[in-house]
């Protein structure tokens, strides 16, 4: 994805040793050319895996689960964020933190939308921390669904979400791969 790190490069704004800010492609703005190659290429490398379900976190994961959901033929279900004020039965809800924010947030998928027959795709815009991410892996552990893996399109290294993730034996993948952010500069690894 030789296009999606060049538009990485020239729109992305390191705004800490931490944090990139994307909105001009994931964030804020979205190119719908790119994000359905991103589809493209997340349908290609779980093209074998049998998936019956995409499934993301509201909002910016939506554009290119939506993309790669389109290509494998498959529906997409999007986490919902919200604060439950009180168990509801027919939810399932995992806490969450969230990095950038700052805040705790409840994502709940119905389990009208998510069985123990499905086979999960799991699509990001990005990982960092990987809360969310764990969050919604309990979730499909707990429909009785099988996750197949995750792609995520920016994997930040630096952070231990994608290798805590994959430890757990999930088999993720992502477009692009970001080592570090220090000194203002975005450096990719390989
Ligand atoms: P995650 O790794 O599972 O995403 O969880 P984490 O708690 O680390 O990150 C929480 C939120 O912060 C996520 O968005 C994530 O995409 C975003 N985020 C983390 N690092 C960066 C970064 O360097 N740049 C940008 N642009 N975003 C970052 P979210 O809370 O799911 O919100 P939304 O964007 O989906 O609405
Ligand atoms: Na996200
Ligand atoms: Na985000």
């Known amino acids: 994805m030789d296009k999606l790190k060049r538009q990485i490069t020239e729109h992305g704004v390191v705004v ?50 939506f993309a790669t ?47 123990p027959d499905d086979r999960v795709l799991f699509i990001d815009d990005i990982i960092a921390n990987g809360d969310a991410a764990r969050g919604l892996v309990k979730i499909i552990e707990r429909s009785g669904a099988e996750l197949v893996g995750a792609g995520i399109v920016v994997e930040k290294c630096f952070q231990p979400g994608a290798s805590s993730l994959r430890e757990q034996g999930v088999r993720l993948e992502s477009l692009v791969r970001i080592a570090s952010l220090a000194d203002g500069r975005i450096t990719f690894a390989d």
């Open 16 to 65: 800490s040793d931490q944090v990139l800010k994307l909105d001009a492609l994931l964030n804020h703005q979205i190119d719908p050319q790119l994000t359905m190659e991103m589809g493209r290429q997340f349908a290609e490398r779980f093209r074998d895996s049998e998936v019956t379900r995409v499934v993301t976190v509201e909002s910016s994961g939506i554009a290119v689960a």
């Open 69 to 115: 959901a389109y290509e494998l033929g498959v529906p997409l279900v999007f986490a919902r964020r919200k604060k439950t004020l009180l168990a509801e039965p027919d939810m399932l809800c995992e806490r969450v933190p969230s990095f950038t924010k700052g805040i705790v947030t409840d994502i709940l998928i119905s389990r009208e939308f998510l069985s």
